[in-house]
C-alpha cells in the first residue's frame, strides 16, 4: 500500500464510468483487478427526545464499510475542537475534555456498529430506514445511504487506481470518485498547502476522460493536520514518558562516562503516524472520503 490521492468528477455523465475504463485501457495499458465497492450508512442521535433534556443539536455519526473494516467519524457539535482548547493557559491549568468535536474509530467485522448500538439500546437512528421487506431481505435494520460501486484497475507495477460512481439509496447517480494510489511510496510529502501531490493529480487527470466542462475537485489533508486529528492523550503520554525514561538513561550513562549524540537511540517506529501503510490508508481513505461527501450535503 502506498500514498494516495483522491479526486471527485461531479458532473460525470452516466457512461463516466465506461469512458474512464476504455481510457486506462487504451493509454496507459491498465489491468482489470476487481471491483470496488464501498458503502456508507449515517446516524443521528435522539437525545433531544428524552424529557427534560434540551440539546441545541443532535450528535452525528457516519460509518464508511471497506472490505472488512468500517471507518467511524463521530461528530459532537457541542464538544470543543483541540484548537479550542489553549495549551497554556494564564493559571496553568489545562482543561481535558472527554471527548472532542470529531471522534475516529475503526471497528470490524461490518455490522459491528449496528449490533453495538442495538445492544446498548443507544439513542441513535439510522438517516436512511428500510422497509420491512427490506429488513427481511438484509437481516438488519437498515441499508446504506448510499454507495460507491467501480472498478479496480493496475497501472503497471506503481500504481492502482479506483473508479466508482456515488449512487445514492434511490439509485440516482452524483458524479463520480477517483483515487490512484502509488504503491512504492508509503508516504509522500508535498510542497502544496493541501497535501496535494502533483505525481498523483498528474496521474488521476491523465485517466479522465478529455470531456468539455467537466467540474473536478481533489480530496485532500494535509499530513499536519491528519497527524493532528489523530492525536490521542494516551499516546501523546507513552511518547513523553519514552523521551523522559531515554532522558534519565542519557544523564545516568553521561555519569559514568558514556555519552550519545543525537536521537539516534531512541525507539523508533516501523511507520509513521499518518504514513498511507496497511489499514492507516483504508483510513485515510475513509476519511477523506466522508468529508468530501459531507461537504457537499449528500450525507
Known amino acids: 500500500m502506498g500514498f494516495t490521492g483522491l479526486a471527485r468528477w461531479l458532473n460525470a455523465?452516466?457512461?463516466?464510468?465506461?469512458?474512464?475504463?476504455?481510457?486506462?485501457?487504451?493509454?496507459?495499458?491498465?489491468?482489470?483487478?476487481?471491483?470496488?465497492?464501498?458503502?456508507?450508512?449515517?446516524?443521528?442521535?435522539?437525545?433531544?427526545?428524552?424529557?427534560?433534556?434540551?440539546?441545541?443539536?443532535?450528535?452525528?455519526?457516519?460509518?464508511?464499510?471497506?472490505?472488512?473494516?468500517?471507518?467511524?467519524l463521530l461528530e459532537d457539535p457541542l464538544a470543543p475542537t483541540r484548537a479550542d482548547i489553549s495549551t497554556n493557559p494564564p493559571d496553568?491549568?489545562?482543561?481535558?475534555?472527554?471527548?472532542?468535536?470529531?471522534?475516529?474509530?475503526?471497528?470490524?467485522?461490518?455490522?459491528?456498529l449496528e449490533q453495538l448500538l442495538s445492544q446498548l439500546k443507544a439513542r441513535w437512528v439510522p438517516v436512511r430506514q428500510s422497509t420491512t421487506s427490506n429488513m427481511a431481505q438484509r437481516g438488519q435494520g437498515t441499508g446504506p445511504q448510499l454507495v460507491i460501486e467501480g472498478h479496480v484497475f493496475a497501472i503497471g507495477s506503481d500504481w492502482i487506481v479506483r473508479v466508482g460512481n456515488v449512487i445514492l439509496?434511490?439509485?440516482?447517480?452524483?458524479?463520480?470518485?477517483?483515487?490512484?494510489?502509488?504503491?512504492?511510496?508509503?508516504?509522500?510529502?508535498?510542497?502544496?498547502?493541501?497535501?496535494?501531490?502533483?505525481?498523483?493529480?498528474?496521474?488521476?487527470?491523465?485517466?479522465?476522460?478529455?470531456?468539455?466542462?467537466?467540474?473536478?475537485?481533489?480530496?485532500?489533508?494535509s499530513d499536519s493536520q491528519w497527524e493532528d486529528f489523530l492525536w490521542d492523550r494516551e499516546d501523546e503520554e507513552r511518547e513523553q514518558e519514552l523521551k523522559a525514561d531515554f532522558q534519565k538513561d542519557v544523564e545516568k550513562h553521561a555519569a559514568d562516562g558514556v555519552h550519545y549524540y543525537g536521537d539516534e537511540e531512541l525507539p523508533m517506529k516501523k511507520n509513521q503516524k499518518g504514513d498511507w501503510t496497511g489499514v492507516d490508508r483504508d483510513r485515510r481513505s475513509a476519511y477523506l472520503i466522508i468529508g468530501s461527501l459531507r461537504s457537499e450535503t449528500i450525507l
Open 13 to 72: 455523465p452516466p457512461n463516466g464510468l465506461q469512458l474512464i475504463s476504455d481510457n486506462i485501457f487504451r493509454n496507459h495499458n491498465g489491468v482489470y483487478r476487481g471491483k470496488w465497492y464501498l458503502t456508507v450508512k449515517s446516524f443521528r442521535s435522539t437525545l433531544g427526545q428524552i424529557p427534560g433534556f434540551n440539546i441545541p443539536s443532535e450528535r452525528i455519526i457516519c460509518a464508511l464499510t471497506m472490505n472488512d473494516n468500517v471507518f467511524v
Open 169 to 221: 439509496a434511490g439509485g440516482a447517480v452524483k458524479g463520480m470518485i477517483l483515487e490512484a494510489e502509488y504503491l512504492p511510496l508509503p508516504t509522500l510529502k508535498s510542497p502544496m498547502a493541501d497535501g496535494t501531490s502533483e505525481l498523483v493529480s498528474n496521474l488521476l487527470i491523465s485517466v479522465l476522460p478529455n470531456i468539455k466542462d467537466a467540474r473536478t475537485l481533489a480530496i485532500a489533508i
Open 92 to 112: 496553568g491549568n489545562v482543561f481535558q475534555p472527554t471527548h472532542y468535536r470529531n471522534t475516529f474509530l475503526t471497528l470490524s467485522p461490518p455490522g459491528a
